[in-house]
T-cell receptor, first 114, second 109 residues
C-alpha cells in the first residue's frame, strides 16, 4: 500500500543540537510539505517542494532547512537557530501543488527539545 | 487578512447529529477542505467543496456558501470513533493552505 512514512515517532534532543526528521512517500506525488502543529493553532507551513531539487519557504521557515534530492524523500532539519523547536511535525504530499489536490499526511514526529 | 475560524470544542451524544462550522477569509477562493485528525495521528482528508451547496458522503456531509464565506461539516449517526479534531482549510491565491485551529469533537455515550 502507498503512503507516507515519518520517522521516528518521538524524538528527544538537547538544546543546541541539530536534528533531522525523515519523510518518505511512495505515492509518486510531486509535491511535498512540512507543517508544524502546536496546541490551539492551525497547521503552519514550514517548507514545501513542488518538484525534485526545488523547494520554497513557507510561513515559518526560520531555523529549519530541507532538501529534495529524490522525489520520494523530503527530510527536514531543525537547527539550533529555531527558538522554539518542541512541536508535532507533520509531513504531507499531494499529486501536485494545486488548489484541488488533497494532502496525504504521515503520522507525524513529536520533537521535544530540552 | 487571511483567517479561518472554527469553534474550539464541541460535545455531542452517540447516535445524534452535529454540525461543525467554519468561516473563512482568504485572498481569492480555491475551494475548502475538511480533514479529520485523531489525537496524535495524521489528519485524513474528508471533503473538498468548490461550489455552493451540500455534498453528501455517507454519514458525513459538507456545505459551502461562497457568498457568506462559510462552510459546515455535518456528521450524522455519531459513533464513538468520530471523537477527533476536525480541521477546516482553504487555499489562498498562491494555493497555500490556510488552516483553522481545529474543532475538538467529544462524543458521549
Amino acid at each position: 500500500d502507498g503512503g507516507i512514512t515519518q520517522s521516528p515517532k518521538y524524538l528527544f534532543r538537547k538544546e543546541g543540537q541539530n536534528v533531522t526528521l525523515s519523510c518518505e512517500q511512495n505515492l509518486n506525488h510531486d509535491a511535498m510539505y512540512w507543517y508544524r502543529q502546536d496546541p490551539g493553532q492551525g497547521l503552519r507551513l514550514i517548507y514545501y517542494s513542488q518538484i525534485v531539487n526545488d523547494f520554497q519557504k513557507g510561513d515559518i521557515a526560520e531555523g529549519y532547512s530541507v532538501s529534495r534530492e529524490k522525489k520520494e524523500s523530503f527530510p527536514l532539519t531543525v537547527t539550533s537557530a529555531q527558538k522554539n523547536p518542541t512541536a508535532f511535525y507533520l509531513c504531507a504530499s499531494s499529486i501536485d501543488h494545486g488548489g484541488e489536490s488533497p494532502l496525504h499526511f504521515g503520522n507525524g514526529t513529536r520533537l521535544t527539545v530540552t | 487578512g487571511q483567517n479561518i475560524d472554527q469553534p474550539t470544542e464541541m460535545t455531542a451524544t452517540e447516535g445524534a447529529i452535529v454540525q461543525i462550522n467554519c468561516t473563512y477569509q482568504t485572498s481569492g477562493f480555491n475551494g475548502l477542505f475538511w480533514y479529520q485528525q485523531h489525537a496524535g495521528e495524521a489528519p485524513t482528508f474528508l471533503s473538498y467543496n468548490v461550489l455552493d451547496g451540500l455534498e453528501e458522503k455517507g454519514r458525513f456531509s459538507s456545505f459551502l456558501s461562497r457568498s457568506k464565506g462559510y462552510s459546515y461539516l455535518l456528521l450524522k449517526e455519531l459513533q464513538m470513533k468520530d471523537s477527533a479534531s476536525y480541521l477546516c482549510a482553504a487555499p489562498d491565491s498562491n494555493y497555500q493552505l490556510i488552516w483553522g485551529a481545529g474543532t475538538k469533537l467529544i462524543i458521549k455515550p
